[in-house]
């Protein structure tokens, strides 16, 4: 389901939704990288730029978009997430109230 370049180099990796992960050509992802894409579906995605590095352990959780340009190095153990929980009443706990997601 995911679209891959040309001489990607990809470790153990995990991939919730491969559907909604693009990554470009000459990229290098080490052991344990996660890439989970948890939002709509078609709404949300990875997009992963050309001659892209990214660290063994890091993780990109994502609802909505997350957009790495080209020529990037991530370090390992790295962690993105795009959500934020809401906590706008304070009688309910937070864990009942909508998350919001802006892209990265």
Known sequence: GSRFGKK????????????QVVIGDHCFLEDQVRLRVGGPWKLSSITIGDNTFIGHSTQINVGSKFVIGKNCMIAPGCVFSDAQH??????????????NYYPI
């Open 8 to 19: 990607v180099v990809i470790g153990n990796i995990f991939v919730q939704t491969p559907e």
């Open 86 to 99: 809401g906590f706008d009443d304070l009688h309910i706990p937070m864990k009942y109230q909508p998350c």
